[in-house]
């Protein structure tokens, strides 16, 4: 007999699901929201039904939590948003299953049975393989736990890996956890930024050239890809390699040989080879950017670095980490984080990721100086503006504070101003416009760039009356 949670606003979901699995002899357990679900599962449950569109918040962003707790359930989705919206970031955040609503109960059953022989398999099988060092990757945070996990399944193979996530995650740091942890550790960790090639001189840069190939060839150059033998080629910003050097580097890639600008023999060079972008490379190879073939062949294995504000405490934790390495940097006494501090690090959006975190805190730490603890008056002044938009909300009908500005002496007549709901209506409809119309109508590209929730997405672009990709 199993344990199955049902996580589901809907009390006709709930109550259909639970004869099903009563009827086949599990114990059911219910909760009609996030917050009662995640109480729940903590109890030890072996499998989760789990809607996206729960009133407490987004079911999908909550997969790595309930996915961590102590009996580490599989997840299935069973959603009623229609389109397989999310469907993809679902399944990479790690769920079994994905099934639409209505769900047949033979689709409901054949989903748990192979959840269940899976679990049953897992635990007859072997122990997990040798720990994974962290290389400074620093996080506890559910998503990043997963992150981790996939790191090191990727360094224990020799497929080539590809890194995704927004800039200044740590898809480097995650690039070089995974050859510290390869068995190519003892070889060299070659790094090429992409963004930096020019068209001229990327054939160059990465095969070398010999004496005379070119005007300035003044002598023979061994290529990036030669200096990664027996080691790891690291292709960081993988989505600005030109498409005309697309095809030739699919067949290095394929074959391992290559040959160097104006030689007359090829070369070999025994690499593994990691990319990272943070660019969306399917859109690229339907626009024509990007060769689907390269990116088949570039993505056997995927890992997607979540973005710092999906990672809750951590920024409390890479707060204190930055803090200290900043102290060392400038000779100072180790300081304090004041609770206040850590309250206003959590209400900011971190569009830079761990990367912009790290230059906060080494500014903060310069303008604290000889202070032992540091406080919010020590961030940069963004941050705390920041902190003043999102973070305090005014008690409805407060009056203003003393010395404040107050209504205006001379009111504007009848209708020359709009309302604050109509304006606010009418901003909120210009932004999800350039929003959809910049993510070519992906709901889920447009919530990881806004950093709403999906049901958030959709909700707003019903208020504003904008159509969503497949919903014309």
Known sequence: MARILVIDDDEFIRDSLSRCFSDLGHETLLAANLAEGLDRAETGVDVIYLDLDLPDGDGQKAIEALSATASRPEIIVITGLGDNYGAKETLARGAWDYIPKPASPHAVKASLAGALDYRKDRRGGPQAGPGFAACGIIGEAPSMQRAKELLARAARSEASVLILGETGVGKELAAQAIHV?????????????????????????????????????????????????????????????????????????????????????????????????????????????????????????????PALRERGPDVAMLAAHFAVQSCDRYGLAPKKLSAQLRKVLSVYAWPGNV?????????????????????????????????????????????????????????????????????????????FQQLMEVCEHDVTRASRLSGLSVPSIYRHLGLAGIPTRGRQ
């Open 181 to 305: 942890n390869s068995s190519r550790s003892a070889g060299p960790f070659v790094v090429v930024d992409c963004s930096n090639l020019t068209e001229t001189l990327v054939e160059s840069v990465l095969y070398g050239h010999v004496k005379g190939a070119f005007t300035g060839a003044h002598a023979d150059r061994r290529g990036l890809v030669a200096e990664a033998d027996g080691g790891t080629l690291f292709l960081d910003e993988i989505g600005e390699l030109p498409i005309s050097l697309q095809k030739s580097f699919l067949r290095v890639l394929q074959e391992h040989r290559f040959r160097a600008v104006g030689a007359g023999r090829e070369q070999s060079s025994d690499f593994r080879l990691v990319a990272a972008t943070n660019r969306d490379l399917e859109a690229m190879t339907r626009a024509g950017t990007f060769r689907s073939d390269l990116l088949f062949r570039l993505r056997t294995v995927e890992v997607c670095l």
């Open 355 to 431: 990367r912009e975190l790290g230059n906060v805190m080494e500014a903060t730490v310069i303008e604290a100086g000889q202070d032992p603890v540091i406080y919010p008056k020590h961030l940069p002044a963004h941050i705390r503006v920041s902190f003043l938009d999102k973070g305090r909300k005014r008690r409805p009908g407060s009056a203003p504070a003393a010395g404040g500005p107050g209504p205006s002496r001379r009111e504007k007549p009848a209708g020359s101003i709009l309302s604050y709901g109509e304006y606010k209506a009418l901003r909120d409809q210009a932004y």
